[in-house]
């Protein structure tokens, strides 16, 4: 008895020997059956198939042909060879149909055709055994089939140390290089290599070693430790399991221990407990350090990646400081301006409903007031921002809907949500800065999400002036990179103009514009400037014609032609893309300025989105990552100039190419001085690199430094 609903099976019926379960239909079909419903014997299943085709399994079949005229050519002529030799006796639509189709007929038929073989194996082997749960586990992992690693008895720890529950005082005197060891909420736990022995003792027994800066430290997630309060007297952290991981390969979902020591140990467990960590630290650090060398990433683990732990430790605990009465009275304004769009929003409807839901939306749009729809999606007419913006150019009530979303979305995703975090700790916000996050070593930042404080509108002006100094007589300083990536890109591609331009400290958009328009820099409106900010961009992102075409609102052959005349004036950007495209295809990763690699495994794929996709990558992780490589290492020599000097200077956001302090005013002459120079200096390149200074009384109200 075959198991299945595929009709290919079918071609086996055999008597009463071989018969089909169909569950889908709950019942069973045997020979006697398939001939009584098919008119004809089960082996014929596979010519009536060559016929009509399979378009699940991508079986061509017959153009023209449907199942009536296959059935009826089966039951009269049988096989394919023989309706093929009585051409002469069908109809001469019929025959025309055939005879166009004769390569798909046949190449569908050795599709269906099953293969028959011997297969060496006895009943015996076919018996069901428990699973191989180490392999299953192995597969769960690399799938990220989570719910599923959780229903599977995990394997066993294969742990062959001793573990002790206190550390000898002899451990904790000895004068050591190295020490592999994790900190929980009240105890460490280290690992002895030499008698290959876990001890664990309480921080305060353990403090010698902690406080010892000359002593290596070997952990998993220094950062998470370091703000414990407990873990805050930890020095000389030294090798970071965690950053290791990340830096060799950061394509994965997370880098929890149990992650690593599955992908690197092929230990595949639910959960590693806390006092074996430095055990599986031990493990992992012999083969991860032994990688970052081989790799020519150990500059970039030891001099940017490790020393930003304390950097971003010192971001988080630090906080922001927020004025709660400017957010309370933003509440109330926005509030006040949301309650207007719904009265406004009804009484063009003719109805209330609920904004927020999209079904109801397309009923009032498309339905009752006869809007004309612009896009369709599986579930109906899209009322999509994009398809809103270009309604509201036509109906008013589109206009008023965009609106309401972007005020909706600013009060639920940040005012309401930042108040109340606000409200929990105190007057601060301590977002937590990801080191391990994305896939060009950008940072990250989450609880809040600071790095996408909106900046654009009345309102989201009004949220920026909620951010304020700690100090008394203190001001907020922000200190922005001018226009990085393209001149990270000038520096990579080393073509004259683009570095002329930077040089000459010009507008590279308006100078971009002046170069695809043929125009004088002071004739360049600012239309055509915004083009050419776009196509930069567009270049930098790896964006293709029909992508760049959407961003302009041409069509692609347009978008084409300013790709073109764009590598017309830059030419060794072109030859620059070329070459990243080369050896992203030979070596399977591109890199950065600092080493950083990116591993693009989709750039062969036969899925030409896959493909091009990780063509975009190839060409924006250079740039992008390179940029993140630049302003990590600033922001180490940054802190480590404001701690050797003891100002109170403190840096308290990073948003890509922007870094924020909080500081007392006495000190901005000072402060603004060292974060510039080392800014501008950390990495040379073949153009300037230059920053742009604001200072001000909170994050909004903000003017440039003298």
């Known amino acids: 008895m075959i198991v299945s609903s595929d009709k290919d099976i079918c071609q086996l019926l055999q008597g009463q020997s071989v018969v089909m379960y169909n569950p889908t239909q709950d019942r069973i079909v045997t020979e006697d059956v398939f001939i009584k419903e098919w008119g004809f014997a089960p082996p014929l299943v596979i010519d009536y198939l060559s016929l009509v085709g399979d378009s699940v399994d991508n079986v061509p079949g017959a153009k023209g042909i449907g199942k009536v005229g296959a059935s009826k050519l089966i039951k009269e002529f049988g096989p394919i060879e023989n309706i093929f030799h009585n051409l002469d006796s069908v109809s001469p639509k019929v025959r025309q149909a055939l005879q166009e189709n004769r390569k798909n007929i046949l190449l569908s038929r050795d599709l269906v055709k099953l293969e028959c073989l011997d297969l060496d194996i006895g009943w015996c082997d076919l018996r069901i055994k428990d699973p191989d749960y180490a392999n299953v586990y192995k597969m769960f992992q690399d799938l990220e089939f989570k719910k599923l690693l959780k229903s599977i008895p995990a394997p066993s720890l294969n742990v062959k140390v001793e573990v002790k529950d206190k550390a000898p005082e002899e451990f904790l005197r000895t004068p050591k290089e190295k020490v592999i060891f994790f900190v929980d909420a009240d105890n460490c736990?280290?690992?002895?290599?030499?008698?290959?022995?876990?001890?664990?003792?309480?921080?305060?027994?353990?403090?010698?070693?902690?406080?010892?800066?000359?002593?290596?430290?070997?952990?998993?997630?220094?950062?998470?430790?370091?703000?414990?309060?407990s873990g805050s007297d930890i020095k000389g952290i030294w090798f970071d399991i965690k950053i290791a991981g990340y830096l060799l390969d950061s394509s994965f979902v997370d880098y929890n221990l149990g992650t690593l020591a599955a992908h690197y140990l092929e230990d595949f467990i639910h959960e590693i407990p806390l006092n074996l960590y430095p055990y599986y630290i031990y493990r992992l650090y012999g083969i991860l350090s032994s990688k970052l060398r081989k790799a020519g990433l150990e500059k970039l683990f030891f001099e940017v990646e490790m020393p930003l732990i304390y950097v971003l430790t010192h971001m988080q605990s630090c906080g922001m400081c927020i004025d709660k009465d400017v957010m309370y009275n933003l509440l109330e304004e926005v509030d006040t301006r949301l309650k207007r769009l719904n009265k406004d929003i009804f009484k063009i409807a003719g109805k209330t409903f609920n904004l927020n839901s999209p079904t109801q939306l397309r009923v009032v749009l498309f339905e009752e007031l006869k809007i004309p729809p612009l896009k369709k999606t599986k579930t109906g007419y899209s009322t999509s921002e994009e398809v809103l913006q270009k309604l509201a150019q036509q109906h008013p009530i589109a206009e008023l809907l965009l609106e309401f979303r972007q005020l909706n979305k600013l009060k639920t995703t940040y005012i309401v949500p930042l108040i109340q975090e606000a409200e929990r700790m105190g007057q601060k916000l301590h977002a937590k800065f990801n080191q391990t996050s994305t896939q060009t070593g950008r940072l990250s930042s989450s609880s809040p999400n600071l790095q996408s404080i909106p900046t654009k509108g009345k309102f989201s002006s009004h949220?920026?002036?909620?951010?304020?100094?700690?100090?008394?007589?203190?001001?907020?300083?922000?200190?922005?990179?001018?226009?990085?990536?393209?001149?990270?890109?000038?520096?990579?591609?080393?073509?004259?103009?683009?570095?002329?331009?930077?040089?000459?400290?010009?507008?590279?958009?308006?100078?971009?514009?002046?170069?695809?328009?043929?125009?004088?820099?002071?004739?360049?409106?600012?239309?055509?400037?915004?083009?050419?900010?776009?196509?930069?961009?567009?270049?930098?992102?790896?964006?293709?014609?029909?992508?760049?075409?959407?961003?302009?609102?041409?069509?692609?052959?347009?978008?084409?032609?300013?790709?073109?005349?764009?590598?017309?004036?830059?030419?060794?950007?072109?030859?620059?893309?070329?070459?990243?495209?080369?050896?992203?295809?030979?070596?399977?990763?591109?890199?950065?300025?600092?080493?950083?690699?990116?591993?693009?495994?989709?750039?062969?794929?036969?899925?030409?989105?896959?493909?091009?996709?990780?063509?975009?990558?190839?060409?924006?992780?250079?740039?992008?990552?390179?940029?993140?490589?630049?302003?990590?290492?600033?922001?180490?020599?940054?802190?480590?100039?404001?701690?050797?000097?003891?100002?109170?200077?403190?840096?308290?956001?990073?948003?890509?190419?922007?870094?924020?302090?909080?500081?007392?005013?006495?000190?901005?002459?000072?402060?603004?001085?060292?974060?510039?120079?080392?800014?501008?200096?950390?990495?040379?390149?073949?153009?300037?690199?230059?920053?742009?200074?604001?200072?001000?009384?909170?994050?909004?109200?903000?003017?440039?430094?003298?």
């Open 463 to 706: 949220l920026r002036k909620a951010f304020i100094s700690s100090f008394s007589d203190g001001c907020i300083l922000s200190c922005d990179y001018s226009q990085i990536e393209l001149r990270i890109l000038a520096h990579f591609s080393g073509d004259e103009r683009l570095g002329e331009a930077f040089k000459n400290n010009l507008d590279i958009h308006r100078y971009t514009a002046s170069l695809l328009f043929g125009i004088e820099e002071d004739k360049v409106e600012d239309s055509q400037r915004n083009l050419a900010k776009r196509v930069n961009f567009g270049i930098l992102y790896g964006m293709s014609s029909y992508g760049l075409s959407r961003e302009l609102g041409v069509n692609p052959q347009e978008a084409d032609i300013f790709i073109q005349d764009y590598f017309l004036r830059y030419p060794k950007v072109k030859a620059y893309i070329e070459k990243v495209y080369r050896e992203a295809e030979e070596k399977g990763f591109v890199r950065t300025i600092l080493g950083r690699r990116r591993h693009l495994p989709d750039f062969k794929s036969p899925n030409p989105q896959l493909r091009e996709f990780a063509h975009r990558q190839a060409i924006n992780t250079p740039i992008q990552g390179s940029c993140a490589d630049l302003i990590k290492l600033a922001m180490v020599r940054i802190y480590n100039e404001l701690k050797k000097k003891k100002l109170r200077a403190q840096l308290i956001i990073q948003i890509h190419d922007e870094l924020v302090f909080d500081l007392p005013r006495d000190q901005l002459k000072e402060v603004a001085e060292i974060v510039k120079r080392n800014m501008e200096e950390s990495i040379r390149l073949s153009v300037p690199i230059r920053v742009n200074l604001k200072v001000g009384k909170n994050w909004a109200e903000m003017k440039e430094v003298q």
């Open 189 to 229: 736990h280290m690992f002895d290599e030499e008698k290959k022995c876990i001890y664990t003792s309480s921080l305060p027994n353990a403090k010698a070693i902690l406080e010892d800066e000359n002593i290596k430290k070997i952990s998993y997630d220094f950062k998470e430790q370091l703000l414990n309060a």
